[in-house]
């Protein structure tokens, strides 16, 4: 079985910019969730869809949003860009929507913002 | 609100030398999930163990132990034997079953180095 894949692994942006970042959960998984890693606050979740519907949101400012398709494919999308939002972004599946489900984490994208 | 702290954030042993990361955690849920993440080099988490909060018997796999104890709130994790392959980030993370949904909420992460 394919693990979780993300897309682009690396990436290079500028101040102002607006991103994009793809994951493909492993098949038959509903539910994808979003985690920022970044040297100063470490491992910090996003949010997390399941059937096409965001059902947890972590305290990111608007700027960062997602979406999730009918095949359980999900983007997120950062606008405006800065250089704080340097960082590994995670994703992670699972089969249920339930928190006792190990989550399996993609390779990450790792972003950098000049 | 829950959180999980990692006190050691780096560890460095000589490889065949028996090593613990501690994670304690807070959580105002009565039922919650902990679990071990293993972070190589590579970036990818590698999921290591869950545990319930019904749950408090001691888990061994192999060279890895866990010692989960509500009392201290606190779910510890034992390498055995080390070995070179081990060096990592390893990550405690918690998770609540008030969320209805997958949201971890993880330690700042313990990095161990094992040296030949």
């Known amino acids: 079985k394919a693990g979780v894949t993300q897309t682009p692994r690396y990436l290079i942006k500028t101040r102002g910019q607006q991103v994009t970042l793809s994951c493909s959960p492993i098949?038959?998984?509903?539910?994808v969730s979003w985690y920022q890693q970044t040297p100063g606050q470490g491992l910090q979740f996003l949010f997390e869809y399941f059937s096409e519907t965001q059902r947890n949101k972590g305290n990111f400012p608007g700027r960062f949003s997602g979406r999730q398709f009918s095949n359980s494919r999900s983007e997120m999308n950062v606008s405006t860009l800065e250089l704080g939002d340097s960082a590994l972004y995670l994703c992670?599946?699972?089969?249920?929507?339930?928190?006792?489900?190990?989550?399996?984490f993609g390779p990450g994208t790792r972003l950098t913002v000049l | 609100a829950q959180k999980v702290t990692q006190a050691q954030t780096e560890i460095s042993v000589v490889e065949k030398e028996d090593v613990t990361l501690d994670c304690v955690y807070e959580?105002?849920?009565?039922?919650?999930?902990l679990f071990w993440y293993k972070q190589p080099p590579s970036g990818e988490l590698v999921f290591l163990i869950r545990r319930n909060s019904f749950d408090e018997q001691n888990e061994i796999s192999g060279r890895y132990s866990w010692n989960f104890q509500k009392s201290t709130s606190s779910f510890n994790f034992t390498i055995t034997a080390s070995q070179v392959v081990d060096s990592a980030v390893y990550f405690c993370?918690?998770?609540?079953?008030?969320?209805?949904?997958?949201?971890?909420?993880f330690g700042g992460g313990t990095r161990l180095m094992v040296k030949p």
């Open positions: 959580t105002r849920d009565t039922t919650y999930y």
């Open positions: 098949s038959g998984h509903r539910s």
């Open positions: 993370a918690l998770s609540e079953a008030g969320n209805a949904g997958n949201m971890l909420t």
């Open positions: 992670a599946s699972s089969f249920r929507r339930a928190g006792y489900d190990e989550q399996f």
